[in-house]
T-cell receptor, first 112, second 115 residues
Framework: GNSVTQMEGPVTLSEEAFLTINCTYT??????LFWYVQYPGEGLQLLLK?????DKGSNKGFEATYRKETTSFHLEKGSVQVSDSAVYFC???????????FGQGTRLTINP | DGGITQSPKYLFRKEGQNVTLSCEQN?????MYWYRQDPGQGLRLIYY???????QKGDIAEGYSVSREKKESFPLTVTSAQKNPTAFYLC??????????????FGPGTRLLVL
C-alpha cells in the first residue's frame, strides 16, 4: 500500500538554525509528493510539491528534493524564523487517484 | 476573494445527535474532500466527490454521510453512529485532471466537541 513516515516531533530550534524534517514514503507506482504546513488553529496550506524523480520543490526558503532511490522527500530550510513555527505534513498521491496520503505531521517550534 | 469556507468554527454535539458541517468553495473546483485530524496524527480521508451527485467513501467513512447537490457545496453529517467524533474536520477542494494529481486547497476547519 501507500504510506508516508515523518520524523517524530516535536522539533525545537533556535532562530536562524538549519532545519531538516525527514520524510520517507512507500508507494505503488510513481507518486507526486507534497509538503503542507498548518499554522495554529488553521487549515493546511500547500508549501511545495514535486511530481517526478529529482524534481526540487521550493517556496518561502523551504526546499525538498524528490529522491526515488531513497524514497525520500526531506524538507530543509537554511535559516528558520519564529514565524515558521507550525505543524508540517508530508503527503503523497499516486497516479490519477485524487487522494492524498498524509504522514502524521511534525510540530516545529522556533525560539527567538 | 476565492477560497473555501467552513462553518461553524466550533461545534458541540450531544450524545445521539446528528450534526452537519458546512463546506463551500468558490474556486470552481470539481473535486471536494473531507478529512479528519486527530491530535498527533495525520489527516485521514472520510469522503470525496469528483462530480455533483456522486461521492465515494474514503478510509474512515463509517458514521459519516455526505451530499453533493451543488458544485460549490459538500456538507458532512456526523451521525450518532460515529462513536468518537471529537476531532478537527478539514474540507478541501481541487481541480480534476485525468492521470494527474492537482493541488488540494484546504478550508480553515471545524472543531467538533462532544458534550
Amino acid at each position: 500500500g501507500n504510506s508516508v513516515t515523518q520524523m517524530e516531533g516535536p522539533v525545537t530550534l533556535s532562530e536562524e538554525a538549519f532545519l531538516t524534517i525527514n520524510c520517507t514514503y512507500t508507494a505503488t507506482g510513481y507518486p507526486s509528493l507534497f509538503w503542507y504546513v498548518q499554522y495554529p488553529g488553521e487549515g493546511l496550506q500547500l508549501l511545495l510539491k514535486a511530481t517526478k524523480a529529482d524534481d526540487k520543490g521550493s517556496n518561502k526558503g523551504f526546499e525538498a528534493t524528490y529522491r526515488k532511490e531513497t524514497t525520500s522527500f526531506h524538507l530543509e530550510k537554511g535559516s528558520v524564523q519564529v514565524s515558521d513555527s507550525a505543524v508540517y505534513f508530508c503527503a503523497l498521491s499516486v497516479g490519477g487517484a485524487q487522494k492524498l496520503v498524509f504522514g502524521q505531521g511534525t510540530r516545529l517550534t522556533i525560539n527567538p | 476573494d476565492g477560497g473555501i469556507t467552513q462553518s461553524p468554527k466550533y461545534l458541540f454535539r450531544k450524545e445521539g445527535q446528528n450534526v452537519t458541517l458546512s463546506c463551500e468553495q468558490n474556486l470552481n473546483h470539481d473535486a471536494m474532500y473531507w478529512y479528519r485530524q486527530d491530535p498527533g496524527q495525520g489527516l485521514r480521508l472520510i469522503y470525496y466527490s469528483q462530480i455533483v451527485n456522486d461521492f465515494q467513501k474514503g478510509d474512515i467513512a463509517e458514521g459519516y454521510s455526505v451530499s453533493r447537490e451543488k458544485k460549490e457545496s459538500f456538507p458532512l453529517t456526523v451521525t450518532s453512529a460515529q462513536k468518537n467524533p471529537t476531532a478537527f474536520y478539514l474540507c478541501a477542494s481541487s481541480l480534476l485532471t485525468e492521470f494527474k494529481m492537482e493541488t488540494q486547497y484546504f478550508g480553515p476547519g471545524t472543531r467538533l466537541l462532544v458534550l
